[in-house]
């Protein structure tokens, strides 16, 4: 009787082995279909959270360089503005102070040889103690009559440099520099401008008052 319950024994174990690999190979199919499902989920979480990532990136780059842009664009225009001012009160005031120098030194010469003649010419005279009071105020007639000429002299000493665009209302050093390297080396070129010039002040349109340019060129013409 044992031996005959050893072969179902047998049976037992090895029906009970075959139906655990099978559960075993069942469980492994649905693990490994559960980390499909998992990697799947996965990129269409992280795809979309890419695409997200890369444009505000792409937004932040943008928006750093607009406002670069715009910060040096503020800048150049804040030291042309400063450099124009600096030029309106520093250097006019230069050149005007060496007019009325000139123009003073030019007076005093002619009160010194109008003075001298005055007295190369008091021996001639018969009573030159009379004559004294009229040679001191020939003195002051000859200071005078320069004087009244001081603002013809202060407009011949400044030369009509027509390649100075400095002298336009508006263009500092900096933005004259600029327009000479782009080839606008004249006033008339901004005053009259030729379809060629137009072209090339297209590219100084941010500064301020371009518009009123040429206006003010032809002033200083």
Known sequence: ???????????????????????????????????????????????????????????????????NEEFERRMNEFHELQSSLLDKLGIAAKESGKDVKKAADTTAKKATTAAKKA??????AKKPAVK????????????KKPAAKKPVAAKTAKPADKSDLTRIKGIGPATAKKMKDAGITSIDQIANPSDADKQKLEAFKSIKGFSELSAEAKKVI
């Open 1 to 67: 009787m044992a031996k005959k319950a050893k072969p179902s024994v047998d049976k037992i174990v090895k029906k009970v082995n075959k139906e655990f690999e099978k559960t075993t190979a069942q469980i492994e199919t649905l693990i490994n279909d559960a980390l499909k499902q998992f990697d799947h989920l996965q990129h269409q979480v992280q795809d979309p959270v890419r695409k997200l990532l890369k444009e505000m990136d792409e937004l932040r780059e943008r928006e750093v360089k607009r406002f």
């Open 119 to 124: 007295t190369i010419a008091k021996p001639a």
């Open 132 to 143: 004294k009071p009229a040679a001191s105020k020939a003195k002051p007639a000859a200071a």
